[in-house]
């Protein structure tokens, strides 16, 4: 047990991180960030569906509204 580190002793507790370190963990949020976007916007641009097999006199969906 003598030669565990003291919590003091440990360079990432109580805010004590490497400005390096710190720039890196920013770095990679906003990298994670703008990956997550860019994957939303192409499926929300280009999410097509075709299971679709209706036809205009069996729609296959109902397109009353219910209020």
């Given at each position: 047990?003598?030669?565990?580190?003291?919590?003091?002793?440990?360079?990432?507790?109580?805010?004590?991180?490497?400005?390096?370190?710190?720039?890196?963990?920013?770095i990679v949020i906003i990298i994670?960030?703008?990956?997550?976007?860019?994957?939303?916007?192409?499926?929300?641009?280009?999410?097509?569906?075709?299971?679709?097999?209706?036809?205009?006199?069996?729609?296959?969906?109902?397109?009353?509204?219910?209020?």
């Amino acid at each position: 047990m003598k030669n565990e580190p003291t919590l003091e002793e440990i360079e990432d507790y109580d805010n004590n991180e490497s400005p390096a370190k710190r720039k890196t963990v920013k770095i990679v949020i906003i990298i994670c960030l703008v990956v997550g976007a860019i994957l939303a916007t192409l499926k929300y641009n280009y999410n097509t569906n075709n299971d679709y097999v209706g036809t205009p006199e069996k729609p296959g969906i109902n397109t009353t509204k219910n209020f």
